[in-house]
Nanobody
Framework: QVQLVESGGGLVQPGGSLRLSCLTS????????MGWYRQAPGKQRELVAD???????NYADSVKGRFFISRDAAKSTVYLQMNSLKPEDTAVYYC?????????WGQGTQVTVSS
């Protein structure tokens, strides 16, 4: 199992920006697909963005053009840059590392978008 630790959440006004970080337990990016998911109260957990071992990225329609996923192998860290935040982006954000038969989750970090 991969160990994942998220940070960077907080309270931000609509239109603001935040950058989430996910520190991993090793240099896994050449093997694992790394993803950011979120879960709002009363809703199912949903994929926000992911980045494959090849470097290709995928985004939910609701965040395209506003959120950007990246990774830094030297720092064993995956980032989620979130711009133009909206109240509907409020959720707990989780980092995920997955293979075909394995999936690891971080503890989550709260993002609240409110004036």
């Amino acid at each position: 199992q991969v160990q994942l630790v998220e940070s960077g959440g907080g309270l931000v006004q609509p239109g603001g920006s935040l950058r989430l970080s996910c520190l991993t337990s090793g240099n896994i990016f050449s093997i694992y697909t790394m993803g950011w998911y979120r879960q709002a109260p009363g809703k199912q957990r949903e994929l926000v963005a992911d980045i494959r071992s090849t470097g290709s990225t995928n985004y939910a329609d609701s965040v395209k053009g506003r959120f950007f996923i990246s990774r830094d192998a030297a720092k064993s860290t995956v980032y989620l840059q979130m711009n133009s935040l909206k109240p509907e982006d409020t959720a707990v954000y989780y980092c995920n590392a997955r293979l075909i038969k394995e999936s690891s989750w971080g503890q989550g970090t709260q993002v609240t978008v409110s004036s």
